[in-house]
């Protein structure tokens, strides 16, 4: 099994800066890709950001240039860098791993964090 610990969130003004980390642990074979979501009141969880084991990554239109996903493979951890922050910006960021838990088998788990919130106002 897989637990996944974010932190980082906070209270920003517009224009403002966050980094968010996520660190995974437990017991697995390997850590697959890795990302971060984000869910606004009323609306439903979508995708920010999410990067692959050997490092290719993957944006919404809407944080392209702004936010920057990194990890760090040999502590199983995710960062998100999130930088000219808007208003819209504002909801609870969770981040999700998949995970294979066996060398013997392919099959990968897909695991959640509790979510941190992001507020971005003046």
């Known amino acids: 099994q897989v637990q996944l610990v974010e932190s980082g969130g906070g209270l920003v003004q517009p224009g403002g800066s966050l980094r968010l980390s996520c660190a995974a642990s437990?017991?697995?074979?390997?850590?697959?890709?890795m990302g971060w979501y984000r869910q606004a009141p009323g609306k439903e969880r979508e995708l920010v950001a999410d990067?692959?084991?050997?490092?290719?990554?993957n944006y919404a239109d809407s944080v392209k240039d702004r936010f920057t996903i990194s990890r760090d493979n040999a502590r199983n951890t995710v960062h998100l860098q999130m930088n000219s922050l808007k208003p819209d910006d504002t909801a609870v960021y969770y981040c999700?791993?998949?995970?294979?838990?066996?060398?013997?088998?392919?099959?990968?788990?897909?695991?959640w964090g509790l979510g941190t919130q992001v507020t971005v106002s003046s």
């Open positions: 437990g017991s697995f074979f390997s850590i697959n890709a």
């Open positions: 990067i692959r084991s050997g490092g290719s990554t």
């Open positions: 999700r791993t998949e995970a294979r838990l066996y060398s013997y088998s392919s099959i990968r788990y897909s695991y």
